[in-house]
Every structure is written in C-alpha cells, then in structure tokens.
C-alpha cells in the first residue's frame, strides 16, 4: 500500500505515520513528491489536514492529475480542528468532474485546530491558545486518535466502501449550496497569507524557512522573507514552528501560544519537501 501525507504542524503526519505502522507493508511518502499525472496501483490512502473546508493545495493538484484507474482501493483520512465540512464529498466532486474513479471510503479525524483564524472571522478568533491547548487537550487528542486510527486501519483491510462504490457516481453525497461555494472559494486564487515578523524576537534560525513546504520563505539578511511569487500552502508551519513567536498574522501577533503536534519536530515536516 501507498500512504501520501501532506501536513503543516505534524497531526496528518503523526497519524501516517501509525497508519502505516498499523498497516503491514504500507510505504508512506510525501504528496508533495508524487509524480503528477502518475498512475498508481494496488492501494493508495491519502492523509491531510482539512483546509477552509476544503483540501490543500498539493493534495488538489494530485487528485486533479493523477490517473486512479488502477487502483484496488482508495481512501483518504482528513485531519481537521472540529469543522471537516464534506471533504470526502469534496474530493469526489473533484474526481468526478474530471470522470476519475471515486474514493472507496474516507474517514475524519478530530485533532488540535492549528491556526488562530481557521476560517473564523475575527470575533471568533482563537485569541490565547495558551489556555485553549493545554496538555490535557493534547492529551485527549492522542488517546482519540489512537483508538480512531486502529478502527481506520481495520476498515482498509476489509476493503470497506463505506464512502462510495467507485461504480455508483450517482450516490454522490450531497453538499449544500454554502459547501459548494465554500469549496469554490477555496479553490479560487486565493490573496497571498501575509505572515508578520517580531524583527526583534526573531533569532534568524531559519527553521520557517526549512519547514515550508511551498519553499515561499528564504532567509535574507539573518531574517525570513516571504516571496509573495511563490504559492503559499497556508499550512501554518512557518507560524507554528517558531520557538519564538516572533511570527504572526493579521489579528494575532501575540505571543500566546504555538501548536505543533508533539510527536513531530521541525525537522520532520521539513523532510516532507526536502526528503
Ligand atoms: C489555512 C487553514 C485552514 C483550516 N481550515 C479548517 C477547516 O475548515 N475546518 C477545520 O476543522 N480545521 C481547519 N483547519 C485546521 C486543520 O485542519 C487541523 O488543525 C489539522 O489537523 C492540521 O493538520 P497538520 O498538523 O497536519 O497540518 C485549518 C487549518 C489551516 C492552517
């Protein structure tokens, strides 16, 4: 089996990661080093964390060029922060204006919400995350996921197709008219994510620079730049993984609190684009 993972702050990778571990001869690899336009075979699970609830940027660029005729089973697990919207139903929307085969099943994960805007407006921002993730939430969220990625990895070796049957478009899940436009929106070029910089907080360590997976942040003059010409992901990573804080965005720039999931290091989401 193939495992592509996509993630920004370590939840969709930590739970690759025992996906494969629970899956006997599972190869887990980086969506963003998949082939496009490849054809794989055999079983493919994709794990990524929803985005606006829709799907990431390299996971839609896959789904868009791959060829998934010759697949035996496909499914995807989302990770999400408490509002998954149909992304299951999204990424079969996707398949299937472009007449592909459908997942055969897809399965969501509650894990930490790992931006303070998500896709709240500002009223209803995260504003402390110092009190809202706390080690008894991280804590809770290892015991959930644990139990849910065993369930997970026993439904793939049935073969379930809980979701569709490849076959039967027609049973579509439906989305209401505010998911469609949320996934059109989504799916629109969307304003580059200025991120802002504590110049004095900031150590120039260049871990922003490392663990962004579109490549959008480059150090110059001992601090990170973001080259507004390349595509951001909007993965939070380089806001996350700042041992200083020293990074923030529109409406929150405190220093309250960084989430990343404690399994994974800077080093690892780094790996994703550079591995
Ligand atoms: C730009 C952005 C948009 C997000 N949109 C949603 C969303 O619509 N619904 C939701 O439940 N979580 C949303 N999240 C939260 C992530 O899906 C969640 O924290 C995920 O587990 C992060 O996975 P990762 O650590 O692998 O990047 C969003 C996060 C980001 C950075």
């Known amino acids: 089996m193939r495992l592509y993972y996509f993630t920004g702050t370590g939840n969709s990778l930590a739970v690759a990661r025992r996906l494969a571990h629970e899956i006997p001869a599972t190869e887990l690899r980086p969506i963003i080093g998949a082939q496009l336009g490849e054809r794989p075979g055999g079983v493919l699970g994709m794990v990524f964390p929803v985005h606006m609830v829709g799907v ?22 989302c990770t999400h922060g408490g509002t998954p919207g149909k992304v299951g139903a999204y990424i079969n929307h996707i398949l299937a204006r472009r007449g592909s085969r459908l997942l055969d099943d897809y399965f969501a994960l509650r894990m930490i919400l790992n931006t303070p805007k998500g896709v709240a407006p500002r009223l209803l921002m995260t504003m402390n995350w110092a009190q809202k993730i706390s080690p008894d939430q991280v804590a809770a969220m290892a015991r959930r996921t644990a139990s849910a990625i065993h369930e997970i990895a026993q439904t793939v070796a049935a073969r379930s197709t809980g979701c569709e049957a490849p076959a039967e478009r027609t049973r579509l899940p439906r989305a209401g008219e505010l998911t469609r436009l949320l996934w059109k929106a989504s799916e629109a070029s969307t304003p580059v994510l200025r991120f802002l910089l504590d110049r004095e907080a900031c150590t120039g360590c260049a ?65 994703q684009t550079r591995g």
């Open 56 to 77: 990431p940027v390299p996971v839609r660029r896959y789904l868009e060029s791959a060829d998934f005729s010759a697949l035996d089973y496909f499914f995807a697990v």
């Open 207 to 271: 871990v922003c620079s490392e663990v962004c997976p579109s490549c959008r942040v480059a150090m110059q003059d001992g601090a990170p730049r973001w080259d507004d010409s390349k595509q951001c992901y909007f993965c939070y990573a380089c806001f996350n993984f700042c041992s200083e804080q020293a990074i923030g965005v529109k409406h929150y720039t405190f220093k309250t609190g960084r989430y990343h999931h404690p399994e994974i290091a800077a080093a690892d989401v780094a790996a």
